[in-house]
């Protein structure tokens, strides 16, 4: 269980100070995304704590580059007030407040405060890269491996669609119109395909083989880490719920719950397809692959972090019927799911724990509609 990610100062000396020249400029632009609204006069008390900080983030890395501070002091104090940032940013966003800018010459309409979430989240990624070492030639690589899991991960929903239409067709021409059953069916086929597609595509482009794919016959600690993964998923569930709640914030309904409460009939499909298809194949492609690559580049821990975000990232377009606060807090909830799924898989090293536990978690959410 060892971290596999490669020399975090990458044999290059004279690119470290790279990365505080990039974290410099990340946190400026945070720290500008923050300090426009305010001198438009939002006084939200979360945008002025956010401000701070990320005035606190660049005076940190600027001190790095100038010597006045050490190389693992600043990423300290960089790393905890841009993660400060992104808790208040959000915070502030979910409240109701965007900060939100026009383009005079497009019109378009630009959320500073989602700005300053974005870049600060980028920014503690480059406080804890200088904290650790790496130099800039590391951080570009760790850079471009993080997008390629997002492009990777994004293939996965397309695939999905592809795969929707391509089994939707030929039963279309069979049977006619699809009753929601059927379409029902066919979205957790589609999910099947394009999942599995997509993951086994990686590992064929990749040269990996099947023995990649970590699958073993589940002993009595795996089964204990099955029951363990299940209270933590509701426990952080519950916990997210409670600060949301307490902060007076409403998260999105996930668009199946809708769906569901619509035709309750259809938990008799989703339930036994959440445990056999959506558990299996997201694991299969966001931890066996996502996560597991990102173990050359990354160390676990991290790697366990960036696949939540990419994890995340995905799943925006199952609350974009809400508004952006609502979505950010839904999306909260995904990213301590994926952590969780994502430390019981690195602690594992078996793909079956994780699939089953996410895919039980999420039956189990339908079952109190099998039972009204």
């Known amino acids: 269980m060892g971290t596999t990610a490669q020399s975090d100062a990458d044999g290059d000396p004279g690119g470290i100070d790279v990365v505080p020249a990039v974290g410099t400029i990340v946190t400026a632009l945070a720290m500008g995304c923050l300090l426009v609204p305010v001198r438009q006069g939002v006084d939200e008390p979360t945008v002025l704590g956010a401000s701070a900080f990320a005035i606190i983030a660049v005076v940190a890395f600027l001190a790095r580059r100038h010597g006045v501070l050490e190389r693992q002091q600043s990423g300290l104090v960089a790393a905890a007030s841009s993660a400060l940032v992104v808790i208040l940013s959000a915070t502030a966003i979910m409240l109701g407040t965007s900060g939100s800018i026009i383009l005079p010459e497009v019109g378009w309409s630009i959320s500073l405060l989602f700005g300053a979430f974005v870049t600060s989240f980028a920014a503690a990624g480059v406080a ?25 991960g994004l293939a996965g929903l397309v695939a999905m669609q592809v795969a929707s239409v391509v089994v939707s067709i030929p039963m279309m021409v069979a049977v006619g119109e699809l009753t929601e059953f059927q379409w029902q069916f066919v979205s957790y086929l589609a999910t099947g395909l394009g999942l599995g597609t997509v993951a086994f595509g990686y590992l064929a482009v990749r040269d990996y083989s099947l023995s990649y794919i970590d699958i073993k016959a589940p002993t009595l600690q795996t089964v204990v880490w099955m029951v363990v993964g299940l209270f933590l998923i509701f426990g952080a569930n519950i916990a997210v719920s409670v600060l949301m709640t307490g902060a007076g914030v409403e998260s999105a309904e996930h668009s199946l719950s809708e769906t569901v409460e619509q035709n309750i009939g259809l938990v008799v499909i989703i339930i036994p397809a959440m445990i056999l298809i959506v558990g299996p194949f997201e694991e299969l492609l966001y931890r066996n692959v996502v996560q597991k690559s990102l173990y050359g580049t990354f160390s676990r821990p991290s790697a366990i972090v960036v696949a939540s975000t990419v994890f995340a990232v995905v799943h925006v377009g199952a609350y974009a019927t809400a508004g952006a606060g609502e979505v950010l807090a839904s999306l909260a909830s995904v990213f301590a799911l994926s952590l969780v799924l994502g430390t019981i898989y690195e602690r594992t ?24």
């Open 128 to 152: 804890i890269a200088d904290y650790a070492s790496v130099s800039g030639a590391g951080l570009s690589r760790r850079t471009g491996h993080f997008l390629e899991m997002v492009i990777l």
């Open 349 to 372: 090293d078996n793909l079956v724990v994780p699939a089953l536990v996410h895919g039980c978690y999420n039956a189990l959410l339908f079952v109190p509609y099998l039972l009204s």
